[in-house]
T-cell receptor, first 115, second 114 residues
Framework: EAGVAQSPRYKIIEKRQSVAFWCNPI?????LYWYQQILGQGPKLLIQFQNNGVVDDSQLPKDRFSAERLKGVDSTLKIQPAKLEDSAVYLC?????????????FGPGTRLTVT | GNSVTQMEGPVTLSEEAFLTINCTYT??????LFWYVQYPGEGLQLLLK?????DKGSNKGFEATYRKETTSFHLEKGSVQVSDSAVYFCALSQGTGGYNKLIFGAGTRLAVHP
């Protein structure tokens, strides 16, 4: 079974530029998550999709961050414009269910550096 | 709100030493509890979980018991190996509107030397 795929693995941009990350979840997983992991901290949920609908985006900075999951499969996360404090690893995860004690499967992450 | 607190690292041990990484949580209701591990250059992997009080999760020689009375989920291993060197994250699953999200601790880096 293929795991969660993410690209790119690394990205360096200047502040005020835009950037997009892509995630392909495990086949058949209805729930997809984007997390932000700042150096030295645990991952923080940005947005959660159930199929192609958003179920939680309470911690997404909506003035600069956006995400979509067209057709309930792949997802993209965009930052526009980027700030220095957006430097972090962006993790995508998926699970077969968004409820109960279900396991989340994580991709390798995209390391973003904003200069 | 709900939160997870882990002991600060790094934790440095010699091979075959006993490992304990402390984790306590604050939560309303009865969350599920997890330990995730992140090996160098890899994504987070679920190590073990417990879904109700007094449950013991175990995997690869690691174990943790869900202690409701002390709101703790400490990770233990009797004899660590160099290959256990990684960052360990404690997490709880919090439900909102029928859907659960994970809340992570800050992580504890473990370095095991031969």
């Amino acid at each position: 079974e293929a795991g969660v795929a993410q690209s790119p693995r690394y990205k360096i941009i200047e502040k005020r530029q835009s950037v997009a990350f892509w995630c392909n979840p495990i086949s058949g997983h209805a729930t997809l998550y984007w997390y932000q992991q700042i150096l030295g901290q645990g991952p923080k949920l940005l947005i959660q999709f159930q199929n192609n609908g958003v179920v939680d985006d309470s911690q997404l900075p909506k003035d600069r961050f956006s995400a979509e999951r067209l057709k309930g499969v792949d997802s993209t996360l965009k930052i526009q414009p980027a700030k220095l404090e957006d430097s972090a690893v962006y993790l995508c995860a998926s699970s077969s269910t968004g409820t109960g004690g279900g396991e989340q499967y994580f991709g390798p992450g995209t390391r973003l550096t904003v200069t | 709100g709900n939160s997870v607190t882990q002991m600060e690292g790094p934790v440095t041990l010699s091979e075959e030493a006993f490992l304990t990484i402390n984790c306590t949580y604050t939560a309303t209701g009865y969350p599920s509890l997890f330990w995730y591990v992140q090996y160098p250059g890899e994504g987070l992997q679920l190590l073990l979980k417990a879904t109700k009080a007094d449950d013991k999760g175990s995997n690869k020689g690691f174990e943790a018991t869900y202690r409701k009375e002390t709101t703790s989920f400490h990770l233990e291993k009797g004899s660590v190996q160099v290959s256990d060197s990684a960052v360990y994250f404690c997490a709880l699953s919090q439900g909102t509107g029928g859907y659960n999200k994970l809340i992570f601790g800050a992580g504890t880096r473990l370095a095991v030397h031969p």
